[in-house]
């Protein structure tokens, strides 16, 4: 990705998927990875896989939690030179059966735990006039599909969000990349197929045709090498151009899974 060795990553949602590999590949760099989940068990063997691995047991949707970890980190292991944001949650619902309380619960998560983290951490980064930011939206939050409305609408504001902040910034010394992958074959996938499953996922799933997360996250860092503002890995940048040019096309192919 970048040289990191002897710097300080932290890497949310990195007890499992794309996170947890990013973890992987920044601690066999050398680098200072504090890994922030609340998924205990995936902390504890995700940690236990390097000494360059912490966990921090953080609810990135807790505006509290995530000042005092930051703080903490910085504490514990020196200035954070950067950070991946990859956690999320992705569940499956039409949006007439999606409960107010669980849309609100999948903003606080996916949107205010973005504005969260990135807040924490950015101001130290601009005082020193360098750092690295790279964060997981969604090419869902482009290319919609049906029983997933409120997730895409999550990923539409982070895609906004982040876009905005990284032009807002750019002349802080400090880079912000926006990553728009498709669908991968992860947990947070697994998620979905526990619940109201969009159809077209699930024929990717059945036809092995979800994104692979390890050659994934190996076109993220080519993306970040060539310092892409926005990161179209794999089929996202088709998914993009199709459904922008061709809307009508989009929902009707989308849709046909559904029946």
Known sequence: MI??????????????????ITA??????????????????????????????TAFRCDISNLQDVEAKVEEVTAALGPIELLVHAAALMPGHKLIDHSHEDMEKLFRINYFGTTYIVK????????????????FGSIAGIALVPKMGAYCATKAAVNAYIEVMQNEIRSSGVRIHLVCPPAVNTPLVDQTMATDTPGSIVEAKKSGRLGDPEQMIDAIEKGVRKDQDIIYPK?????????????KLWWKVVMKFEK
């Open 24 to 53: 992987r590949r920044l601690a066999k760099q050398g680098a200072k990875v504090a890994i922030f989940d609340v998924n205990d068990q995936g902390l504890q063997d995700t940690a236990a896989e390097s000494d360059n691995i």
């Open 235 to 247: 089929e996202a940048k088709l998914l993009y151009l199709w459904r922008a040019l061709l809307p």
């Open 120 to 135: 924490a951490v950015l101001p130290a980064m601009m005082e020193r006039g360098r750092g690295r930011v790279i964060v």
């Open 3 to 20: 040289d990191m060795a002897g710097k300080v990553a932290i890497v949310t949602g990195g007890a499992s998927g794309m996170g947890q």
